[in-house]
């Protein structure tokens, strides 16, 4: 079993999707991608219900949502808006990896022979990707 934080999820599949494999390796990552989007799904639609709840309305009572797609917070509502998102924000999620652990010791074989520089977002998601996924196998 495989976890993480809901606020790891996208930083994991940017890395993954980014980071340069051979053709075998990038299938295992594929499919590993493939659970954590189905994850990431999830949690789009937990944010959704926040948004919902907490958003800010216009006058016909829809969703404000500035040029930049970004959503605010009703006034009264920003504490507890806030504090309900960064909880499910630091949620732990587990993602059930059985059915291609084969796959995903193969790629971390091969994530872990990786010839490339690495800094800054992308240093700390390899290391936190590679600890967890070796502590499973």
């Known amino acids: 079993m495989l976890s993480l934080k809901n606020h790891e999820l996208a930083p994991t599949i940017n890395f993954?999707?980014?980071?340069?494999?051979?053709?075998?390796?990038?299938?295992?990552?594929s499919k590993l991608v493939k659970k954590l989007l189905e994850k990431h799904a999830e949690l789009k639609e937990d944010l959704d219900e926040i948004t919902e709840k907490f958003g800010e309305r216009d006058d016909d009572g829809e969703i404000?949502?500035?040029?930049?797609?970004?959503i605010k917070f009703a006034k009264e509502k920003i504490e507890e808006g806030t504090k309900e998102q960064q909880e499910l924000m630091d949620e732990d999620i587990s993602i059930n990896l059985d059915e291609i652990e084969d796959k995903v010791t193969f790629l971390v074989g091969e994530l872990d022979k990786l010839d490339t520089k690495l800094s800054g977002q992308d240093a700390e998601i390899y290391d936190t990707i590679m600890d967890k996924l070796e502590g499973e196998f």
């Open 16 to 29: 993954l999707a980014e980071v340069k494999l051979s053709p075998k390796a990038s299938r295992c990552r």
């Open 64 to 70: 404000i949502c500035s040029d930049d797609g970004i």
